[in-house]
């Protein structure tokens, strides 16, 4: 009996498209915990992933559920990014040595906000930065957080519009263009020749290149 849906121990869903991948197959350290289906998607080694997580040195943990969806260059600051507040200076006088590593133990026991957890079916946008302390600006800014989310709703859609403009335009150019060298203007030939190949994954998008095609093979 066939699967229905891809299977989650498949590093690549998308055989075409290597820029997705499931984040759980590469995952190697033992604090980043990782539910089925969630993936990352970036044209350059997504492979890579843990690369996001940053200052990943401390107890704490990244737990991340099942269907979330991750752009490319999210980031994770982790609590080893924190410094000492209850001594006389924030600065990390002991890791540079002559004679500061003395103060050593005065460094150690960082303040620590708890684990990062996201929930199932999350969708995090591009370049978006995620730490624990985010939640407690929310907490006490409520308004201005709303402000800024609509903001950056507003910023994806125009973003969106954006691409699927520059996608449609490429395709209108480059497909007369390699027709008369021959080639058949499809989607995997297309993206060879591309400047934005992802804009391909665009209904839009595809659309124009139907009708182009249609207008080419008159």
Not at 7 to 26: D, L, Q
Not at 179 to 200: C, D
Not at 205 to 215: A, N
Request: a neutral charge; charged letters at 20%.
């Amino acid at each position: 009996m066939e699967q229905c849906g891809p299977n989650p121990k498949n590093p690549y869903p998308i055989a075409e498209h290597h820029r997705v991948c499931f984040i759980k197959n590469f995952v190697k350290s033992p604090n980043i915990i990782i539910g089925d289906y969630t993936y990352y998607d970036d044209p350059a080694n997504p492979e890579e992933f843990e690369k996001n997580v940053l200052y990943n040195y401390g107890d704490d943990s990244l737990i991340i559920g099942k269907f979330c969806a991750i752009a490319s260059h999210v980031k994770f600051i982790m609590n080893g990014a924190n410094h000492k507040l209850d001594g006389i200076s924030t600065y990390p006088f002991p890791i540079f040595g002559h004679a500061w590593e003395s103060a050593m133990s005065n460094l150690m026991n960082l303040p620590s906000k708890g684990d990062i957890i996201i929930d199932n079916d999350v969708w995090i946008g591009y370049d978006s930065l995620i730490g624990i302390g985010l939640a407690t600006f929310y907490h006490y800014c409520p308004t201005l957080c709303h402000a800024i989310s609509l903001r950056y709703k507003d910023y994806r859609k125009f973003r969106h519009l954006q691409a699927i403009e520059q996608g449609c335009r490429e395709v209108r150019q480059l497909a007369p263009v390699i027709h008369a060298q021959g080639i058949t203007p499809t989607v995997k030939n297309l993206r060879k020749f591309m400047l934005h190949p992802s804009s391909l994954w665009y209904t839009e998008v595809i659309e124009v290149l139907k009708q182009v095609r249609l207008y080419l093979e008159q």
